[in-house]
């Protein structure tokens, strides 16, 4: 019963930027960690970047991305973000929210982020 929605994802440039949203259903969201992954073709799925639930918000991210994405909540959109600025052509993959890997039952479709040379 558990969905997630992704969107936000495009096309750009290298050194572009974008934004991406999620929002779930059937979880207490604020109270969840939430966790962002990637999928690029022909490899396994990987961390992208996590942030806490409850009162007190930790963040963590992949090194390949520290430094240019950030991940952020909008309590009152029950919406997390993923910010991500310069963008590089390793940065192409279908990007999918969900909780932590271990409890993950399901994915949502993902939104596809294409980045150019």
């Known amino acids: 019963q558990v969905q997630f929605v992704e969107s936000g994802g495009g096309l750009v440039q290298s050194g572009g930027s974008l934004r991406l949203s999620c929002s779930a259903s059937?979880?207490?969201?604020?109270?969840?960690?939430i966790v962002w992954y990637r999928q690029a073709p022909r490899k396994q799925r990987e961390f992208v970047a996590r942030?806490?639930?409850?009162?007190?918000?930790?963040?963590t991210l992949a090194d390949s991305v520290k430094g240019r994405f950030a991940i952020y909540r909008d309590p009152a959109k029950n919406t997390v973000y993923l910010r991500m600025d310069d963008l590089e052509p390793d940065d192409t993959a279908v990007y999918y929210c969900n909780v932590v890997i271990h409890l993950v039952r399901s994915w949502g479709q993902g939104t596809q982020v294409t980045v150019s040379s």
């Open positions: 942030v806490s639930g409850g009162a007190g918000i930790t963040k």
């Open positions: 059937g979880i207490n969201f604020g109270d969840t960690a």
